[in-house]
């Protein structure tokens, strides 16, 4: 992850354990996956700065949150309206 040292913020590294040969349909759609992310520039979803693909896993650096969308939803006094989602 050449990026990463030369990052001068705070991001959130998210570490996924697959088994990824070379050409398996597993590496195959974690590429993909990949690609997509690494296009998405949008204000609501995080930005991917950097990964790393090893053979049992793979290494996500993203922009960091101060919270999980899971908590943010759960701790909203009133439900979300769609008019406030971009």
């Known amino acids: 992850m050449?990026?990463?040292s030369k990052l001068?913020?705070?991001?959130?590294?998210?570490?996924?354990?697959?088994?990824?040969?070379?050409?398996?349909?597993?590496?195959?759609?974690?590429l993909r996956e990949i690609e997509c992310m690494k296009k998405l520039d949008h204000k609501n979803v995080l930005k991917l700065l950097d990964y790393q693909i090893k053979e049992t896993s793979v290494k996500l650096v993203l922009e960091f949150m101060d919270y999980d969308l899971k908590t943010f939803i759960?701790?909203?006094?009133?439900?979300?309206?769609?008019s406030k989602v971009n």
Do not use: C, F, G, R
């Not at 590294?13 to 398996?24: A, D, E, G, L, Q």
């Open 2 to 4: 050449k990026l990463l």
């Open 8 to 30: 001068d913020q705070i991001v959130a590294i998210k570490k996924i354990y697959v088994s990824i040969k070379h050409n398996s349909p597993a590496a195959t759609k974690v």
């Open 74 to 82: 759960e701790q909203m006094s009133v439900p979300l309206k769609s």
